[in-house]
Nanobody
Framework: VQLQASGGGLVQPGGSLRLSCAAS????????LGWYRQVPGKQRELVAV???????NYADSVKGRFTISRDNTKNTVYLQMNSLKTEDTAVYYC????????????WGQGTLVTVSS
């Protein structure tokens, strides 16, 4: 499985960004698609994950601000990020696996999200 992420960039606090990640290859083996993020010196952490059936798992820190969705016909997952805060600044990684409660084995390249005035 290959994951191609896009959509990072620089945004001001309170602004919005949308990340996309397209999966290709042996996608029949994938149930969960989602996003994790990492800042230097810290562990990679969950942002949001969604299953084929639409079940979701969000980090508490992003609930009510971020929305994850997916288009199963395109094997693509989206992360709509609203009301961004400076603490959302991180490298965001797309992830694919079997269940929404832990990271899967497949990682995309990171995309940098910077929230700064």
């Amino acid at each position: 499985v290959q994951l191609q992420a896009s959509g990072g960039g620089l945004v001001q606090p309170g602004g919005s960004l949308r990340l996309s990640c397209a999966a290709s290859g042996s996608t029949f083996s994938i149930n969960a698609l989602g996003w994790y993020r990492q800042v230097p010196g810290k562990q990679r952490e969950l942002v949001a994950v969604i299953s084929i059936g639409g079940s979701t798992n969000y980090a508490d820190s992003v609930k009510g601000r971020f929305t994850i969705s997916r288009d199963n016909t395109k094997n693509t997952v989206y992360l709509q990020m609203n009301s961004l805060k400076t603490e959302d600044t991180a490298v965001y990684y797309c992830n694919a696996g079997l269940i929404i409660w832990q990271p899967g084995n497949y990682w995309g390249q990171g995309t940098l999200v910077t929230v700064s005035s």
